[in-house]
């Protein structure tokens, strides 16, 4: 069996070899396991259902919430003459419509979707039609309310497996914690012997330091530092916590005549794909950006990730600055601390948890302006809720809970409440607990901060990663060691 695999690797994939841990998971999912696979990014995840896929009748259904990388999947397997397709919200009804009865027909090896299509009538009805053979969820973090990015459109997964019959199913992703794992598990519904198959994910290359900095003309001097000489070396990912902040760095960077571009989730589509493009290819080395950018993005030769403001746990920290030094050649990770941003993640921990009385009030807005609420979206609702702080995202939150719990289904022009917002879905104790949580995790993060271990082992640590020696290139390792002396 292991010689036709490494046949497919080569006459399908063109590929020489398999790379650590791939062909362990290939053998076990096309032998019909379920598994959690944990490997950092580009290490080569996808192949581990690609070829399965290839060689397995039926069709093989990839979840991802990662719309912007799916149709560079789908054109490079189609080259490698893969039936591979995709559905998702860019996607016309004809079209659409087409790919379903492909799907039924059986026509498909794997077709890509996004979470959302779990709500979308028309795509069940499909899919109980067809011979799903294998489910994979890629960036199966998401699915974990304990996880750092996570997508509430994820929450009806479980019952999506169940209708599938609950195929062999593969949870991808880079980075978890032992919580967010076992919560993948169970939102799965795994049983106890699906293994777990990971990669250590140590990063020897990064480079991380914590600077003290107490204001943004200093933090936005301080960076200009990190980045001279940066052009044309390779690249540089800024990351902010507040759009606002990254406008006042993006005016100090411009009035510096300092080329870059911005990313962040109030930007048209247009606009975000276009900073991303020019990012990836070279053309623009500097991309000011929130955490909405990165997921997924692979590119290989970002020298630099500094953080402008404080994330809100290591796993996002970890996350992020993994986007520097893919080619394993050195990169450097600069924290800017300023004590003051604490402030900014304990607001955003307030309102990821609003309580009862305001789901219910958004509920009863959408319950009696439905068509206006499809037509304005959140912004009506925001007005609605006399809304005074511009950043306060209770209402995307409320939104985000009422999506997850599958007690809001909209439609193009309509949205409906389907449901009632029971004290099983939400209620004081699970607020509280929710918020503790978070709260936790930040604090785990400037505890981190104001450590003076190694860096690198204290993020591990925090992952249950087995010890590993100091990395001798962080601030605090540096610190430790004598300063060289010039004979
Ligand atoms: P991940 O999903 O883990 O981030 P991908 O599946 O996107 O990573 O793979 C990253 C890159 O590695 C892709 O360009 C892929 O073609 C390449 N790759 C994967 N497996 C192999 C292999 N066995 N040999 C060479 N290249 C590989
Ligand atoms: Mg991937």
């Not at 997508?151 to 062999?168: I, S, T």
């Not at 900095?213 to 540089?236: C, F, M, N, P, Y």
């Amino acid at each position: 069996m292991s010689h036709s695999f490494r046949q497919a690797l080569q006459d399908t994939f063109h590929l020489e070899q398999f790379r650590p841990l791939q062909h362990e998971v290939i053998e076990h999912f096309f032998a019909g396991g379920s598994a959690l696979v944990i490997m950092p990014t580009g290490s080569g995840k996808s192949l581990t259902y690609q070829l399965p896929a290839v060689s397995l009748p039926g069709t093989t259904l990839v979840v991802s919430p990662l719309k912007a990388l799916m149709k560079d999947q789908v054109d490079k397997l189609r080259a490698l003459g893969v039936r591979a397709s995709l559905i998702n919200s860019d996607v016309s009804r004809t079209e659409r419509e087409k790919r379903q009865e492909k799907l039924k027909r059986g026509d498909l090896q794997i077709l890509y979707v996004t979470p959302e299509r779990f709500q979308k009538q028309e795509f069940l009805d499909a899919v109980d039609s067809a011979k799903i053979s294998r489910l994979v969820l890629d960036e199966a973090h998401c699915i974990s309310q304990w996880g750092h990015d996570f997508r509430p459109e994820y929450g009806k997964v479980g019952l999506l497996r169940e209708r599938l019959k609950n195929p062999p199913t593969l949870a991808l992703t880079a980075t978890a914690t032992a919580e967010v794992k076992n919560d993948i598990r169970e939102k799965l519904r795994f049983d106890a012997n699906a293994p777990t198959f990971s990669l250590p994910i140590a990063r020897p290359n990064l480079a991380i330091e914590v600077e003290d900095i107490v204001s943004l003309e200093e933090k936005a001097e301080t960076a200009i530092e990190r980045l001279h000489g940066h052009d044309g070396v390779g690249s540089a990912i800024i990351y902010f916590a507040l759009i606002t902040t990254l406008h006042k760095f993006s005016d100090v960077l411009r009035k510096k005549k300092i080329r870059h571009v911005v990313y962040h989730g109030d930007l048209p589509e247009k606009m975000k794909r276009s900073s991303q493009e020019d990012f990836l290819a070279g053309r623009e080395p500097i991309i000011l950006a929130t955490p909405a950018f990165g997921l997924g993005v692979d590119k290989p030769d970002v020298r630099a990730v500094i953080h402008a403001e404080v994330p809100g746990s290591i796993e996002a920290y970890f996350q992020e600055i993994g986007r520097a030094g893919r080619d394993g050649l050195p990169a450097r990770c600069v924290l800017l601390y300023d004590q003051d941003d604490v402030t900014t993640q304990m607001e955003f921990i307030e309102w990821a948890n609003p309580d009862g009385e305001y789901i219910r009030k958004v509920m009863s807005l959408i319950a009696g302006h439905s068509a206006r609420f499809r037509q304005e979206g959140a912004d009506f609702l925001r007005e609605q809720m006399s809304y005074f702080n511009k950043r306060d995202y209770r209402v995307e939150t409320a939104l985000n809970l009422l999506r997850s719990w599958g007690i809001l289904e909209e439609t193009a022009d309509r949205a409906e409440i389907t449901g009632e917002l029971t004290n099983a879905l939400w209620n004081e104790e699970l607020r509280t607990t929710r918020k503790r949580h978070q709260q936790e995790k930040l604090l785990k993060l400037i505890r981190w901060i104001n450590s003076r271990a190694c860096r690198q082992q204290g993020i591990y640590q925090y992952f249950s990663e087995v010890e590993t020696t100091p990395c001798g290139i962080c601030d605090n390792c540096r610190a430790a060691q004598p300063p060289r002396v010039n004979r």
